[in-house]
């Protein structure tokens, strides 16, 4: 499932674009980037780092590939 993910300035998953307004209001910071990912829908990425989720992404796309 392609999923769009955006991320704090660390490179920590924030979640879905519903998250980054809850984010910003608390942090008063705007998050870093967003990025696609092809991951399965029961994949809970939030709290991950960047290189972590492309870890998984990397391990499913072998198995499925």
């Given at each position: 499932?392609?999923?769009r993910l955006?991320f704090?300035?660390?490179?920590?998953?924030?979640?879905?674009?519903?998250?980054?307004?809850?984010?910003?209001?608390?942090t008063?910071?705007?998050?870093?980037?967003s990025?696609?990912?092809?991951?399965?829908?029961?994949?809970?990425?939030?709290?991950?780092?960047l290189?972590e989720?492309?870890?998984v992404?990397?391990l499913?796309?072998?198995?499925n590939?």
């Open positions: 499932m392609n999923k955006y704090t300035k660390e490179k920590i998953c924030i979640g879905s674009y519903d998250e980054v307004a809850k984010y910003e209001q608390k008063k910071q705007s998050y870093w980037v990025e696609f990912f092809n991951l399965t829908p029961d994949y809970n990425p939030v709290g991950m780092t290189q989720i492309e870890q992404q990397l499913l796309s072998s198995e590939g």
